[in-house]
């Protein structure tokens, strides 16, 4: 059990500055690709990646069952009581507290836990999508842990992951579950219009361009939450590939809501979302203009796409 303090706040839509937090976030990327990857090399491909990402549960995030054989084992993540608990199909049981501590301390520690467990497992130790990265074993830079600030991004993504399920509902076609993607380390759903895509050109900092070629071989509109990453503050996104013709020239509410030139995508600031007086409705408002925009210039299919039987 973790000696950190159980958060009990009931804030629904805590803030989350990110110069408050950016040690904190840094580590639990890292601790976070640690786990995803050891998801990643144990379960079968999955079209789009979607074999890798991460869940949002009651207490905190999880890896969902774990094939090893015959045998299924589970990692989850507690931002409640902060600590990181493995299980598997058998009953058996280990918990490793979460405090500050080092990536390579927290890797070494996750690997002994397994050990011990008879789970004998190698995961490629270079981060994905982060510039200059540290392996693993090596990373003695990042090792912040402030337990309020992970609880709090947790009690986000369990918001937003609740509102997305609401917009996934309203579409029939092709789409994603809301997944939480820890190389990118966003939450996310995408929806397809059913038709391929130009080839994507790759370059997403250490990650195989094959990787992205295949995530985007079909047009999508996809949405999420970031933290902060290239906006130095939390934000909602969403995007369409390939981005149609005057996409970035569509009104889209809600007013707080903009195109950013720079990421090549619609934001919206968190905070627009956390002072609302409905933050739902305003989140809904976002997707649904956003994915409306990209839908109706790129000619997709909406009246065969749309979902009549939602509440």
């Not at 890292?30 to 990402?53: A, D, F």
């Not at 970031?226 to 939390?234: F, Q, T």
Request: some cysteine.
């Amino acid at each position: 059990m973790s000696n950190q303090p159980t958060t009990t706040s009931t804030e629904i839509w805590p803030s989350l500055p990110l110069e408050a937090w950016q040690d904190t976030y840094a580590t639990l990327h890292m601790w976070t690709q640690i786990i995803g990857k050891i998801r990643l090399v144990q379960t079968p491909w999955i079209n789009h990646s979607w074999h890798v990402p991460l869940y949002l549960t009651a207490r905190g995030l999880t890896t969902s069952t774990i094939p090893y054989g015959s045998r299924l084992f589970q990692i989850d993540f507690d931002f409640i009581d902060h600590q990181l608990l493995i299980q598997t199909s058998e009953g058996a049981r280990q918990t490793i507290a979460l405090y500050p501590r080092s990536v390579a301390d927290f890797y070494q520690s996750v690997m002994e836990h397994l050990r011990s467990l008879d789970l004998h497992i190698t995961i490629n130790t270079k981060p994905n999508e982060v510039p200059d990265p540290i392996r693993f074993e090596q990373d003695e830079t990042h090792a912040a842990y402030d337990a309020e600030y992970a609880n709090r991004f947790w009690r986000i993504l369990l918001q937003s992951d609740r509102v997305l399920r609401e917009f996934r509902s309203h579409f029939c076609g092709k789409v994603s579950p809301v997944h939480f993607f820890w190389g990118s380390f966003d939450l996310a759903v995408t929806r397809f219009s059913g038709r391929s895509a130009p080839e994507h050109p790759g370059g997403v900092p250490h990650l195989p361009d094959a990787v992205a070629k295949e995530a985007y071989s079909h047009e999508v509109s996809s949405a999420g939450f970031w933290p902060g990453v290239g906006l130095s503050y939390p934000a909602f996104y969403s995007y369409a590939y390939p981005e149609p013709e005057g996409l970035k020239q569509a009104a889209i509410r809600p007013e707080a809501a903009f195109y950013s030139t720079e990421l090549g995508e619609f934001i919206l600031p968190y905070d627009a979302v956390r002072e609302a007086e409905s933050p739902d409705q305003v989140l809904l408002e976002f997707l649904q203009s956003t994915y409306e925009a990209a839908a109706r210039l790129g000619n997709w299919d909406q009246s065969a796409l749309k979902q009549s039987m939602f509440k």
